[in-house]
């Protein structure tokens, strides 16, 4: 069972998360995949504050969002449209039991990297496969190995600071703390207008992903009962992310 970060835990967090990851150019993809594949119904897994899963529903698909953060999901609760989705409280292992049959499953931004452990990466695609119908299909990006994204996880290249209604102005920075392939850890800070917490300004949030290869994405599929269709690059981050297109076939 992966355990998810602060970021998307801590309520003080969760609620700066859209405003800091503001840019979701990545999810036309997905949504035009959505269109292409003639879905009509999808589950979301790991959907965090419900972006992708209320643009979907706003298309006119059936969307069952799954978190296991209740911090992130009532954040996409409180959004337009959100009485269009089912909210489902709970890990990837919890889409199994949904009786959804869907056509379509979705694993945006970090979601497939954050199953460290080959245990735990396996029971995510086991659970995704009981959830889809036969034939259905699953998509998930993940970070290309060779080319090293987590050189860029420093406070020289991602610091920001945004207005959080509310809030006030929060300052955001990152910190590379391992590099232990195929594992990456790294940590988020915020920092909030003094005075406004009573336990210091700053909060952090550690974070570790794995980066698996081509190869190994492939077979781990082929293990779970599904075939990879196509590989795709993300338009939002050429040559950087693969992002898998696999059918349930068993």
């Excluded at 987590?150 to 209604?165: K, V």
Aim: charged share 25%; hydrophobic share 45%.
């Amino acid at each position: 069972m992966t355990t998810p970060d602060p970021i998307f835990v801590d309520p003080r967090l969760a609620r700066l998360y859209d405003a800091f990851d503001d840019d979701r150019g990545d999810l036309d993809l997905y949504a035009g995949l959505a269109e292409r594949l003639g879905a009509r119904t999808v589950v979301d897994v790991g959907c965090g504050t419900g972006v992708l899963a209320l643009l979907l529903a706003g298309r006119g698909l059936k969307v069952t969002g799954v978190d296991p953060a209740a911090a992130s999901l009532e954040v996409a609760r409180r959004k337009p449209g959100a009485d269009a989705v089912t909210w489902v409280e709970g890990g990837a292992d919890a889409v199994a039991g949904l009786g959804l049959a869907a056509d379509l499953a979705t694993m945006t931004g970090n979601v497939a990297q954050v199953f460290t452990g080959d245990d735990d990466w396996a029971g995510a695609l086991a659970a995704v496969h009981d959830a889809l119908r036969p034939g259905g299909v699953l998509v998930f990006e993940t970070r290309v190995p060779a080319r090293q994204a987590w050189l860029r996880w420093t406070r020289e290249h991602r610091s920001a600071s945004r207005t959080i209604p509310g809030v006030g102005e929060v300052e955001s920075w990152s910190d590379l703390l391992e590099v232990a392939l195929p594992l990456v850890t790294f940590q988020s800070s915020y920092r909030f207008p003094p005075g406004l917490l009573p336990d210091g300004d700053v909060v952090t949030s550690v974070s570790t992903l794995r980066f698996r290869e081509r190869d190994e994405v492939e077979a781990s599929l082929a293990d779970a009962g599904f075939t990879v269709e196509e590989v795709l690059d993300a338009p939002d981050r050429p040559g950087l992310e693969w992002v898998f297109v696999a059918r349930r076939v068993r």
